[in-house]
């Protein structure tokens, strides 16, 4: 049988050959601000790859770089420096005339659906702007193609008149997901694409995207505070704290034996807003502060295990068990046998 995650990548390209859909490489994003205060370094030394079919769930703080990825990650904001390929092309140093015409095979949903939404479209036009600008259909097959993306999403062909304000926030959204779909991308970037939305709604959004992937084959990277989302979602998960990626691997190993202190204090946070679990071991003060950067391990300030070694230089990834990464001097490989647990 052929390999699915080959079958549809794009002809004539390194994607073709290749199950990998996107790679990152020592990413860097750094935003000016104004004179006297420290640049923001948004994104710093970041490396992932996501393969087609598969997703990719980056979690984190507020301000810790997740969106700046996101936006450099399809050329929307431009990086400093590092390698990224998507579906085989080079992204960096791309002209903006050749981002346009990949757009249409790596699409962004972003977190509020109604921002997201001209106001002034309906959601036939909405749904069919892309496919105007995108595609040569027109007519009929135009139609048939906006049908058939409405049922795709699981949005009745009633709402198709209706304009944005009088949708639901779950419709909107879809709506939203309909439009990144249109144009059959390969590769799907969602920004906190339930944040917004009810509790219950939420669910039908993430089985919707679930579904979507695997008869499309696409592949994801989902940034999200929830961790049961990612949980449900992703079978990879990197964690990032003040623009650097902390730690890295598979969702169920990171969530349920985390090598970094941080990972260790997300977990903690989730599990203390429900009142049948005890509280984090070990407590994590304070908040993520680009401004504040510190020297040596991006998490001496509020880390409960730091030493004076961490002061010195910032910890590299390190394999601690096979595709599982973290930046942490307490973490060693396997073989070398140390974890958190041990640590106090
Ligand atoms: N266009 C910009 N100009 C200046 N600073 C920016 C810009 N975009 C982001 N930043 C800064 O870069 C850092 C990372 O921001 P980013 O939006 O990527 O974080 P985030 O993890 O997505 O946060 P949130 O969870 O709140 O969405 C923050 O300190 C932010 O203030
Ligand atoms: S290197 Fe030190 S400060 Fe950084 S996470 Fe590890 S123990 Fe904490
Ligand atoms: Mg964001």
Redesign the pocket.
Known sequence: MSDPTQADAPQGTAAAHSAVAIAVEAMNKT?P?RRGVPD?I?VEDVSFTVDYGRTLGIV??????????ARCLLGLTPVDSGRIEVLGRSIVDAPARSLRAWRSEMQIVFQEPYESLDPRYHVWESVAEPLLLHTDLRGGELAGRVHELLEQVALSPDLAGRYPHELSGGQQQRVNIARALATSPRVLVLD?PTASLDVSVQEGVLRLLLRLQQELNLAYVL?S?DLKAIRAVCERVAV?YL?RLVEIGPTDEVLSNPKHPYTEFLIGAELSVDPDVAPAARVVRGEVT?SQRPTGCVFTTRCPLVTSTCHESQPPLIEATPGHDAACILVKPESAASDLSGAV
């Open positions: 935003f601000t923001v948004a984190g703080e507020s301000g810790s770089g997740k969106s700046t990825v906190e940034i505070h990032m623009g680009s």
